[in-house]
């Protein structure tokens, strides 16, 4: 079993419409979760990320971790084409390392 | 600020031969982190070097890959020799000392044939 379930998708959307991206994990230990924005042929580039429980909110994304039900979600609102890539979840245990455990993606269309 | 720049962007060698990737992490930046993307799989960590020190190397898949980060700037990454299944994009990223953010580069994908 892998230690963190994403949807690879893809996930197409009409502009406008509100995006839910979900991951499950395994590891209880896991502290930190992140969510990387990657485009073609580039690099992952960190959106948010949320230590422990709770919610976090940055512009049209929110950020959400259940800790009890070992589910993390990212929410886009008002989606536009330019956020059309494809978003991985991404986890680690403590703060001192940057050693993630990765979903494998999610690939998110949205249409104009 | 640049960001972590990786060397090549891509390169295609067939079975046997050795390949040699770079990464310039961001100035400044103690941590360094390869990471590898095999087709169809989820991004897997390799390995973790804290200046030219080998930090935490649980993911390197076997003696055929060497990391190598000679006084704390660029690193390499050598395979050596190539098998068919290191096909893949090799990820670098960088990260200042007690630093959740991670700066990917762009990725180096890699083809064995």
């Known amino acids: 079993q892998k230690e963190v379930e994403q949807d690879p998708g893809p996930l197409s959307v009409p502009e406008g419409a509100i995006v839910s991206l979900n991951c499950t994990y395994s590891?209880?230990?896991?502290?930190?979760f992140m969510w990387y924005r990657q485009y073609s042929r580039k690099g992952p580039e960190l959106l948010m990320y949320?230590?422990?429980?709770g919610n976090k909110e940055d512009g049209r994304f929110t950020a959400q971790v259940d800790k009890s039900s070992k589910y993390i979600s990212l929410f886009i609102r008002d989606s536009q084409p330019s956020d059309s890539a494809t978003y991985l979840c991404a986890m680690k245990t403590g703060g001192a390392t940057n050693k993630l455990i990765f979903g494998t993606g999610t690939l998110l269309a949205v249409q104009p | 600020e640049a960001g972590v720049t990786q060397f090549p962007s891509h390169s295609v060698i067939e079975k046997g031969q050795t390949v040699t990737l770079r990464c310039d992490p961001i100035?400044?930046?103690?941590?360094l982190y390869w990471y590898r993307r095999v087709m169809g799989k989820e991004i897997k960590f390799l390995l973790h070097f804290v200046k030219e020190s080998k930090q935490d190397e649980s993911g390197m898949p076997n003696n055929r890959f060497l990391a190598e980060r000679t006084g704390g700037t660029y690193s390499t990454l050598k395979v050596q020799p190539a098998e068919l299944e290191d096909s893949g994009v090799y990820f670098c990223a960088s990260a200042r000392v007690g630093s959740t953010e991670a700066f990917f580069g762009q990725g180096t994908r890699l083809t064995v044939v």
């Open positions: 590891n209880s230990a896991f502290q930190y």
């Open positions: 949320t230590y422990s429980s």
């Open positions: 100035s400044g930046h103690d941590n």
